[in-house]
């Protein structure tokens, strides 16, 4: 391993160094972790913290899920299930900063978590709200690369201008490892599902997943078809191929992906409606 790769890795490893709300969410790993906690007594230490409240319920509303009736912590516990709210309130702090300091990434990270919803629902897979928030959090690695190591991260992104080349190829040659393995690190020391890690860290690489393939290579379509679109900004104006392996998992064929285009770039201009109302809060 080498110097900067590790230093980087003691970095992200280590929560203390990390915007995140301890103890809100070690509270509420405790009651996920006990089958006699409630959702009634998860959603009221999730409800004790306002802003965190106030963030998982835009968030639960977003054309990312498409509830739209989701009023309070409990219900939307129960629609979305424990660890998506575990994960939704993992990442809001994150989110925050996101926002603020890159709107275009912010855009990119909710365009691909509604593709990714409309690609699970498309397709029939199982647990589409857990697709859902693994596309949302797909790219969370370049969030923490800009917190711990803006200058580098000015490097990468001259690197990417000036060759024309893909952001990880700049990240490996500038910080020796890349955003998916820096959010992987990151969904290790949060203690995420490995149904949402696993997405995290293999969505450039669908090959290597190992147990949650369908869920990884449906947050890799969904990658694509919003940076074909144009849509948001991922840090480099490259457009990957769909990796073959993704295409035979989810079992899709040209009239489908076809469908597929035409919806994602209809629901993404409801999420540029939404973006400017999170941005205006």
């Known amino acids: 391993m080498t110097d900067k790769r590790s230093d980087l890795k003691k970095i992200i490893m280590d929560t203390k160094t990390l915007p995140t709300l301890p103890g809100v969410i070690h509270k509420l790993n405790t009651l996920s972790d006990n089958d006699k906690s409630s959702v009634q ?5 999730v409800s004790s913290d306002q802003v965190l409240s106030a963030r998982i319920l835009r ?30 309130a993992l990442s809001s702090s994150i989110f925050a900063i996101m926002e603020k300091e890159s709107v275009g990434l912010w855009e990119h990270s909710l365009g691909v978590g509604v593709a990714a919803n409309l690609i699970a629902k498309k397709l029939s ?4 709200e857990e697709i859902a928030t693994a596309g949302l959090l797909h790219d969370i690695g370049k ?11 000015k490097d990468i992104l001259k690197l990417v201008r000036e060759r024309h080349i893909y952001i990880m190829e700049a990240e490996k040659e500038i910080i020796e490892t890349d955003h998916a393995e820096v959010g992987c690190w990151l969904s290790k020391s949060w203690f995420l599902p490995d149904k949402l890690s696993e997405p995290i860290a293999s969505h450039h690489d669908v090959g290597t997943s190992v147990n949650h393939r369908i869920k990884t290579a449906a947050v890799h379509m969904a990658d694509v078809l919003v940076k074909a679109s144009g849509f948001g900004n991922s840090g480099d104006c490259l457009v990957p191929p769909i990796q073959e392996i993704a295409w035979d998992t ?15 770039e209809d629901k993404l201009v409801e999420v540029k409606n939404f973006s400017l109302e999170m941005m205006s809060v």
Do not use: Q, W
């Open 41 to 45: 007594e998860m959603a009221k230490i």
């Open 59 to 88: 968030l639960a509303n977003s054309p990312s899920y498409g509830f739209y009736r989701v009023s309070t912590i409990s219900n939307a516990m129960i629609l979305l299930g424990v660890n998506v709210v575990k994960s939704l």
């Open 125 to 128: 897979l199982p647990e589409c």
């Open 143 to 153: 969030v923490i690369i800009s917190l711990k190591c803006s200058e580098a991260e």
């Open 250 to 264: 989810l079992k899709l064929n040209e009239h489908l992906l076809t469908e597929l285009v035409d919806e994602i």
